[in-house]
C-alpha cells in the first residue's frame, strides 16, 4: 500500500505546490514560443542568416501551414471558438468561483494558450492576404514570436504571483 500513497503523492492535484504543474507550464511556453504557426523558429533565424534555399524552405513551410490553419478556421472556427468560450468558462467559474485549484491551475495555463492561438489565426490570415516573402516574412514571424514571449512572460508572472499566494495562503506558517 506504501507504492499508492507514492504515486498520489506525485500526481498530487495540488497544482501550485506540484513541480509537475511548473515543469507542464515551461514546456508549454518553450513549445509555443519556439513553434511559430508550426514552423520552428530556428529556420526563421537560418532563413533570415543563409536566405536561397532556407529562405525557400521557409515560404513553403509558411504557406503550408498558413493553408492548414485556414482551412480549420474556414471548416471549424466557429465551433472551436465556442469549445474554447465555454471550456475556459467552466475552468473560471470553477477555479475561482468555487476555488478548486487544479481548475484555476487549467485557466493559468488555457486562457494565454488560447489567446496564443487566435492570434496564430489572426497571422495566418494577414499572411493569406499580404503574401509577405523573404526578409518581410522573417520580419513577420520574429515580431509574433516576441509577441508571443511576452504574452508567455506575463502568464508565467502572473502564475507564480497567484501560485505563491495561494500556497501562502494555504500554509500553516500563515495563522
Known amino acids: 500500500m506504501d507504492w499508492y500513497n507514492s504515486v498520489f503523492t506525485l500526481i498530487d492535484m495540488r497544482s501550485f505546490s506540484n513541480l509537475w504543474f511548473w515543469i507542464v507550464l515551461a514546456v508549454m511556453w518553450s513549445s509555443v514560443s519556439h513553434y511559430i504557426l508550426g514552423v520552428p523558429f530556428d529556420m526563421v533565424v537560418r532563413a533570415r542568416r543563409q536566405g536561397g534555399e532556407a529562405m525557400h ?6 504557406a503550408i501551414q498558413t493553408r492548414r490553419r485556414l482551412h480549420l478556421l474556414h471548416a471549424s472556427g466557429i ?10 468558462s467552466a475552468l473560471v467559474v470553477m477555479g475561482f468561483g468555487y476555488g478548486i485549484e487544479f481548475a484555476q491551475a487549467l ?6 494558450a488560447t489567446l496564443v492561438f487566435a492570434l496564430g489565426f489572426r497571422l495566418a490570415l494577414r499572411l493569406e492576404r499580404e503574401e509577405p516573402q523573404g526578409e ?7 515580431w509574433h514570436r516576441f509577441t508571443i514571449q511576452c504574452i508567455g512572460l506575463l502568464s508565467v508572472l502572473f502564475t507564480a504571483l497567484w501560485g505563491m499566494w495561494h500556497n501562502l495562503s494555504l500554509s500553516v506558517l500563515s495563522r
Open 57 to 62: 524552405d521557409l515560404e513553403a513551410l509558411v
Open 79 to 88: 465551433w472551436i471558438t465556442l469549445f474554447m468560450a465555454t471550456l475556459l
Open 107 to 112: 485557466a493559468f495555463l488555457g486562457i494565454p
Open 136 to 142: 518581410g516574412l522573417t520580419r513577420l514571424l520574429t
